[in-house]
């Protein structure tokens, strides 16, 4: 089974505090992809990664920036956390064999 | 051109009804359309997915509907068991390895 893991289910950060949030999965996946989810609004792509120090952005890449150093790990960085980035980050990867994608179990931020 | 519309945003039913999740889209290169479910706490998961070739697609109690030419996909969850409770996710994207484009997502109740 694909496994994706994001490294925290809960953080709690400071406005203005620089906050990394990490993702790794087991499959060799190419694609890699960080969403934020928000009650009615669903899933908004923020940034994804198409390979090895590739990053594309989503939709909504305003006050996030990425890092793709291994195959396996991506992360995402609030370069400075402000409230308005409270929400449920997850992230998924994606084989090009099959075209799903599978998702972490989500990192549910609060900035205060 | 990027958005997926999705209703209703929330919706109750007894148990053994049928309840249905209706979908749009405008942008007609999206040609693969896959619904997510997801339980509280945990990540998105691949429920099933249709490509515009066919009209219809069935996997065990749930149905995907798709009409091409009113660019409209739904879920429809045969014989519902409390078990089905959960927020559902339509989505579409263009072939292998692109972007998901999410609906908002739908809160389905199943009533003992």
């Known amino acids: 089974d694909v496994k994706v893991t994001q490294s925290s289910r809960y953080l709690v950060k400071r406005t203005g505090e620089k906050v990394f949030l990490e993702c790794v999965q087991d499959?060799?996946?190419?694609?890699m992809f960080w969403y934020r989810q928000d009650p009615g609004l669903g899933l908004r792509l923020i940034y994804f990664s198409y390979d090895v120090k590739m990053k594309e952005k989503g939709d909504i890449p305003e006050g996030y920036s990425v890092s793709r150093e291994k195959k396996e790990r991506f992360s995402l960085i609030l370069e400075s956390a402000s409230t308005n980035q409270t929400s449920m980050y997850l992230c998924?990867?994606?084989?090009?064999?099959?075209?799903?994608?599978?998702f972490g179990a989500g990192t549910r931020l609060s900035v205060l | 051109q990027q958005q997926v519309k999705q209703s209703p945003q929330s919706l109750i039913v007894q148990k053994g009804g049928i309840p249905i999740i209706n979908c749009a889209y405008e942008n007609t290169a999206f040609d693969y359309f896959p619904w997510y479910q997801q339980f509280p706490g945990k990540g998105p998961a691949l429920l099933i997915a249709?490509?515009?070739?066919?009209s219809e697609k069935k996997e065990g109690r749930f149905t995907i509907s798709f009409n091409k030419s009113a660019k409209q996909f739904s879920l429809h969850i045969m014989d519902s068991q409390p078990g089905d409770s959960a927020t559902y996710f339509c989505?579409?994207?263009?072939?292998?390895?692109?972007?998901?484009?999410f609906g908002p997502g739908t809160r389905l109740s199943v009533l003992p």
């Open positions: 998924a990867s994606l084989g090009l064999a099959k075209n799903i994608q599978y």
């Open positions: 499959m060799d996946h190419e694609n």
């Open positions: 989505a579409a994207s263009m072939m292998y390895g692109q972007n998901f484009v």
């Open positions: 249709i490509r515009p070739d066919v």
